[in-house]
């Protein structure tokens, strides 16, 4: 990913996205919450939200976002939906977590505070989505949910989809119990180097990063379409929230994507 500075609200791009006349895409990074969660003065979101919005240049009213249920949920976004969730909690679209769309002119979001935000775009059809991928998320496979939805919905061939997986909790720090880890040696049983010992007897590390990149090379993306950023979210307290470092009192950051045909 390379970094863009704004005093304000720095942000990420995948190199995988950048420099393309029919996406815009970000990451959003620094301490400022975008995200809603019960206990923020809604007032103070919605002003983080429109400054972001003029930092990377796609008007809050273009966004679209969900509430995110840590499902495998993929919902097919229209034109109808643009702003949908973006200064209020009330219009959001329901029980989803991915987002899927040809329409131009809007940004879909996803949010996280160490679930992995994954952006994906089909070059050749034109179809973006957006996914938030938490370890039941990963677990339940919602991005080869999405590639699927994807070719259902607009023939989007795998193999010319890009995608970013983006900064979220790394192996380093995400620690789990035997349960979690169980159901990661299940899916991944040719795949060492998933799950290994934690830090702490009885714990385990699971790399959520690599999981999701397998899912996509399974999904039949090629592996040189796809960018991890690489970026640990609780190792990174300047950049991004982290709700395992933070706790309840965690922000959000964001990641959204954008077609932009004109
Ligand atoms: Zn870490």
């Not at 979101?45 to 966004?63: D, K, Y």
């Not at 919905?153 to 900064?167: E, K, L, M, N, V």
């Not at 999981?211 to 991004?240: M, S």
Request: charged letters at 25%.
């Amino acid at each position: 990913m390379e970094r863009i500075e704004d005093k304000d609200f720095p942000f990420y791009r995948f190199k995988q996205l950048s420099g393309r006349p029919d996406i815009r895409h970000f990451v959003s990074s620094g301490r400022k919450d975008i995200g809603f969660a019960e206990a923020v003065d809604p007032a103070v979101i919605r002003r983080n939200r429109m400054e972001l919005a003029q930092v990377v240049g796609i008007e809050v009213e273009r966004w679209v976002i969900a509430h995110q249920i840590h499902s495998a949920n993929v919902v097919v976004v229209g034109g109808e939906d643009a702003g949908r969730g973006a200064l209020d909690r009330e219009s959001r679209i329901p029980d989803a977590d991915a987002l899927v769309t040809d329409r131009e002119g809007i940004c879909l979001m996803v949010f996280s505070a160490d679930c992995v935000p994954v952006l994906l775009f089909d070059s050749v059809k034109k179809v973006i989505a957006a996914v938030h991928a938490g370890w039941r998320g990963t677990a339940a496979q919602i991005v080869v949910r999405t590639v699927e939805k994807m070719r259902e919905r607009y023939g989007s061939c795998p193999a010319d989809i890009r995608a970013g997986i983006g900064p979220s909790i790394g192996k380093c720090c995400f620690e789990v119990e035997e349960g979690v880890a169980a159901v990661f040696r299940q899916l991944f049983p040719a795949a060492g180097s998933i799950v290994s010992a934690g830090k702490v007897s009885g714990k385990y590390q699971v790399d959520l990063w690599e999981a999701n990149r397998l899912e996509l090379l399974t999904a039949g993306l090629k592996a040189e379409n796809i960018e991890v950023a690489g970026l640990c979210t609780v190792c990174h307290p300047e950049q991004f929230f982290s709700y395992r470092r933070d706790g309840s009192k965690a922000g959000r950051f964001g990641a959204g994507i954008m077609l932009c045909f004109r």
